[in-house]
């Protein structure tokens, strides 16, 4: 059973999917988000889901510092009914707080210039979401 993991901008949404095991996660090519037509966005993550044979999708839930939910958050629990509604996929919100400062920093410690860093830490982020959940799944199996 594979899974994906998102994180959801207003302009890009950071894909990654697990390995079949569930123990890795890689990071996918980008989502551009469509401010024309926003069904283009679940219209292309459902390609996805059905072409991986996807069970589940992990969405970041960037939670205020303090742990209230802010606009984001809610915005967030919003693409993530829309998910489950159009996919028929199982939706988890997983909080994501410092996952894009965290993407940034191995980035920077790489040495990736700047222009590349913008293209990839959407990417490099929800890798960091995922393997998260991956992670935390892992650790409540043993």
């Not at 988890?92 to 830490?121: H, M, Y």
Request: hydrophobic content about 40%; glycine content about 6%.
């Amino acid at each position: 059973m594979k899974t994906i993991g998102l994180d959801v901008g207003t302009k890009t949404i950071g894909v990654a999917i697990s390995d079949a095991f569930g123990w890795t996660a890689q990071g996918l090519p980008t989502i551009q988000r469509s401010e024309d037509d926003p069904n283009r966005d679940f219209e292309a993550l459902a390609q996805l889901i059905k072409e991986n044979d996807v069970q589940k999708v992990v969405i970041g839930y960037p939670k205020n510092m303090n742990g209230t939910v802010g606009e984001s958050a809610t915005r967030s629990e919003t693409f993530a009914r829309t998910l489950e509604q159009q996919c028929n996929v199982q939706t988890v919100l997983w909080d994501e707080r410092l996952t894009t400062a965290a993407a940034q920093r191995v980035l920077i410690d790489a040495d990736v210039s700047r222009k590349k860093r913008k293209k990839a830490v959407d990417k490099m982020a929800a890798v960091f979401i995922l393997q998260g959940y991956l992670d935390r799944q892992s650790h409540t199996l043993t």
